[in-house]
């Protein structure tokens, strides 16, 4: 069917419909929606596990959700409309969320972003999730970067960082907001690595780390990760000298258990290590004091909500994304 059968009026007048037919509801119904959300996924994704992970975000940050599956080419436009709603722990007024879902063939995912225009809620932010970062790169879906305050990807499903960072190079716009999952998987690192180096004078200061990950070749997340140290430790003209990376078993990780392996720095009177094999244990040792912690493997919903609770440009990514070539260049 061509999208002038789905324009973006009809898709708006079943919502209305729909809600007119919740409101007879015995319950109450608080209408909530702060943001216009855009999940455009490939046909590889699972749609229970994508509708899933957008009804767990609706919780925290209510939007106007637009589903974007693409398929194979010849592949039938279709269109849903839905309400989403849930009953808050202790009150009986009930909090609903408005979702469409579009599905589009490869050849006719130019007819999707007149429609997606029409969709947006006025004076509302846009947010775009895009897991499949080839998907991101189509020609078709420019009109919707553009459109999109923020832009939220997952250079994981990549296993080169230079290939990653083509690709994040391409998507970086002057006022558009880019964010990746690989780097809210680090945040549990950055915290106590920022945790362990603060309050150091210079004496105390570490002057070399080594990073070691499991499964050629070098991954995005070791990337971000020592970029993220040469910003914080002043290290931008001494990358190479600096900061040692290196494979520590080639044989790849299952998907989502992580690739990165330790981290250690070392100085005339500073040595931190952070080792963590596969699985969620991690074992810190500072300046000869040993313990314990857990980094647990989390799934796509916590990190957006943590993305999506960034408010403006996170001047630490931004910062770490200008050492990137540096560190590249450092890689084997």
Not at 69 to 76: D, L, N, S
Not at 113 to 128: E, S
Not at 204 to 218: D, L, S, V
Not at 318 to 326: D, I, M, N, Y
Request: glycine letters at 8%; a negative charge; aromatic letters at 6%.
């Amino acid at each position: 069917m061509t999208a002038a059968a789905f324009d973006s009026g009809r898709l708006l007048a079943q919502l209305d419909e729909q809600w007119r037919q919740l409101g007879k509801s015995e319950t109450g119904v608080l209408r909530a929606c702060s943001m216009t959300l855009i999940a455009a996924a490939g046909a590889g994704r699972n749609p229970q596990e994508l509708g899933a992970t957008l009804a767990e975000l609706m919780r925290e940050h209510p939007s106007r959700t637009i589903l974007l599956r693409v398929g194979q080419a010849g592949a039938p436009l279709e269109t849903r409309t839905s309400i989403q709603c849930w009953m808050p722990f202790g009150r009986r007024q009930q909090i609903c969320c408005e979702q469409i879902e579009i599905a589009a063939g490869l050849d006719s995912l130019s007819d999707v972003p007149p429609i997606l225009f029409g969709l947006i809620v006025p004076d509302l932010p846009v947010a775009l999730w895009c897991p499949d970062l080839d998907l991101a790169l189509r020609p078709e879906l420019r009109p919707v970067l553009a459109l999109a305050g923020k832009v939220i990807i997952d250079s994981s499903c990549l296993p080169a960082a230079a290939q990653a960072w083509q690709e994040i190079q391409t998507l970086q716009g002057a006022r558009r907001r880019l964010a990746d999952l690989v780097w809210a998987r680090l945040t549990r690192w950055r915290e106590l690595l920022f945790q362990a180096l603060s309050g150091r004078d210079q004496r105390h200061a570490p002057f070399k780390a080594r990073i070691t990950w499991a499964g050629e070749p070098f991954p995005p997340a070791a990337m971000y990760l020592a970029a993220w140290l040469v910003s914080r430790l002043g290290w931008q003209d001494q990358v190479k000298e600096r900061v040692e990376l290196a494979c520590e078993d080639p044989a790849m990780p299952p998907p989502g258990s992580g690739r990165l392996r330790s981290l250690s720095l070392e100085g005339e009177s500073c040595a931190i290590r952070l080792r963590r094999p596969a699985g969620e244990a991690l074992a810190i040792e500072i300046d000869g004091v040993s313990a314990g912690a857990l980094f647990p493997v989390f799934d796509d919903a916590a990190l957006l909500r943590e993305e999506l609770g960034v408010p403006g440009f996170d001047q630490q990514f931004e910062q770490s994304l200008t050492f990137c070539p540096a560190v590249l260049e450092a890689a084997p």
